[in-house]
T-cell receptor
Framework: GNSVTQMEGPVTLSEEAFLTINCTYT??????LFWYVQYPGEGLQLLLK?????DKGSNKGFEATYRKETTSFHLEKGSVQVSDSAVYFC???????????????FGQGTILTVHP | DVKVTQSSRYLVKRTGEKVFLECVQD?????MFWYRQDPGLGLRLIYF???????EKGDIPEGYSVSREKKERFSLILESASTNQTSMYLC??????????????FGPGTRLTVL
């Protein structure tokens, strides 16, 4: 079956620090990979995604590269802001056999807090 | 922009009550999903629907049922609420498989407390 493992949090950083949140996965078939973000009191929003090996997803200064050889999709940002404080979820979907209907498998989430 | 709305942001119910959580999407999406979110566990899929009146169990369907009578609306039903169903419930929708896009769009969530 599919599974996603994220680095344990919470993560606390000072503003302008470098951020890495690790994500590794196991999957049957050939997955698409996602990072979703949940700001306080809100639902999940898609942050970025990658659909094939070596693709780099990017948005709002965040980046993640689909690494098939290490089955990883680590999230990075060079300089975090207070407004980046949120919960970050790594997720994958596969369409093996065309019957998955796009079901997402999520990691457990990483809480990020950025202090001024 | 895709919009997914949920009927309540906060709900408090008593053990044994029947609870209805409603979700509506405005983008004519075929697939709709119900997840619950618990600290340390991420999101877990309860049920999903790939068409009107069609449904499939997710990873944790016990104690829940669903209804999809119209394409835009997907309801989650707790037949007899229990305290271990206290959680955040998130609805999502996406286009049909094979459409070329696999992004799910989420509602704001309903925080349910069962006393």
């Amino acid at each position: 079956g599919n599974s996603v493992t994220q680095m344990e949090g919470p993560v606390t950083l000072s503003e302008e620090a470098f951020l890495t949140i690790n994500c590794t996965y196991t999957a049957t078939g050939y997955p698409s990979l996602f990072w979703y973000v949940q700001y306080p009191g809100e639902g999940l929003q898609l942050l970025l995604k990658a659909t094939k090996a070596d693709d780099k997803g990017s948005n709002k200064g965040f980046e993640a590269t689909y690494r098939k050889e290490t089955t990883s999709f680590h999230l990075e940002k060079g300089s975090v802001q207070v407004s980046d404080s949120a919960v970050y979820f790594c997720a994958l979907t596969t369409n093996a056999g065309g019957t998955s209907y796009g079901k997402l498998t999520f990691g457990q989430g990483t809480i990020l807090t950025v202090h001024p | 922009d895709v919009k997914v709305t949920q009927s309540s942001r906060y709900l408090v119910k008593r053990t044994g009550e029947k609870v209805f959580l409603e979700c509506v999407q405005d983008m004519d999406h075929e697939n709709m999903f119900w997840y619950r979110q618990d600290p340390g566990l991420g999101l877990r899929l309860i049920y999903f629907s790939y068409d009107v009146k069609m449904k499939e169990k997710g990873d944790i369907p016990e104690g829940y049922s669903v209804s999809r009578e119209k394409k835009e609306r997907f309801s989650l039903i707790l037949e007899s609420a229990s305290t271990n169903q206290t959680s955040m419930y998130l609805c999502a929708s996406r286009e049909a498989s094979g459409s070329g896009t696999d992004t799910q769009y989420f509602g704001p969530g309903t925080r349910l407390t069962v006393l």
